[in-house]
Nanobody, 116 residues
């Protein structure tokens, strides 16, 4: 069973930066993809960024391209999201996601608030 714990959320001013981290534990092999999603109040959960393990392809939502960077550290089983040039519309709960054998695993989320 995969367990995911996010950290790094908080309050940041517009234009600022924040780095999120996701620590994965449990049976970590045969991973199909790792990624970050976010859910703003009253909205659905949307993909922010993902790494497709087969071919190590990355994919970003258009709204974060050029500002966010996803990375994975195999040695520590962590997935990170570096967020730069943050905007108020980036405010949301950010969730870590791992897909293993076609099954989704989720963390409990970390809140990011972008406000002056």
């Amino acid at each position: 069973q995969v367990q995911l714990v996010e950290s790094g959320g908080g309050l940041v001013q517009p234009g600022g930066s924040l780095s999120l981290s996701c620590a994965a534990s449990g049976i970590i092999f045969s991973i199909d993809a790792v990624g970050w999603y976010r859910q703003a109040p009253g909205k659905q959960r949307d993909l922010v960024a993902t790494i497709i393990i087969d071919g190590w392809r990355t994919h970003y939502a258009n709204s974060v391209k050029g500002r966010f960077t996803i990375s994975r550290d195999n040695a520590t089983n962590t997935v990170s999201l570096q967020m730069n040039s943050l905007k108020p519309e980036d405010t949301a709960v950010y969730y870590c996601n791992i897909v293993q054998y076609g099954k989704d695993y989720w963390g409990k989320g970390t809140l990011v608030t972008v406000s002056s």
